[in-house]
């Protein structure tokens, strides 16, 4: 009876604490360079991230689309998903929380180059999300910095 309280006890704490951690990621985080604002939500057990906000929501320059048209997904590979607008496009998916305010196994997708990615992060403080795109393995890839 002693052994099915203590694992009680343990499994009570552990719930707690996924649950602490989750809450400190959920909401809006700001880009580097303040020009997109990412909002963490939870889907199901994982967690996911859209763009909710752009400085610049519509096309300045013909080379990247047509001038005042809303910025669309036009580098996704895939071509039937090139006319989905950027503002609320889920850019984050599938992110398991792995303690110590970290989350893994994840899937990162850039509609700047249409490219998709590994990802993980890691809440360094209560302000500053890092975040971190690879492709296979860790050592490959790069690093982003979120801030509240």
Do not use: H
Not at 101 to 123: A, F, H, I, Q, V
Not at 130 to 138: T, W
């Amino acid at each position: 009876m002693k052994v099915l309280t203590f694992l009680a006890i343990v499994l009570l704490t552990a719930t707690s604490a996924f649950s602490a951690g989750q809450s400190d990621l959920l909401g809006s985080w700001k880009t580097e360079g303040g020009d997109s604002l990412l909002e963490f939500y939870r889907c199901g057990e994982k967690i996911c991230g859209k763009v909710v906000w752009l400085k610049q929501p519509n096309y300045i320059n013909s080379k990247d689309g047509p001038v005042g048209k809303t910025k669309v997904d036009r580098k996704n590979p895939n071509p039937a998903l090139r006319n989905r607008p950027i503002l609320g496009l889920q850019v984050m998916k599938g992110l398991t929380a792995k303690g110590g305010n970290r989350w893994e196994n994840g899937t990162c997708y850039d509609p700047e180059t249409g490219k998709s990615y590994k990802c993980k992060m890691s809440l360094k403080t209560p302000d500053r999300l890092q975040l971190r795109g690879y492709i296979g393995i860790s050592l490959i890839g790069r690093n982003y910095v979120l801030t509240r």
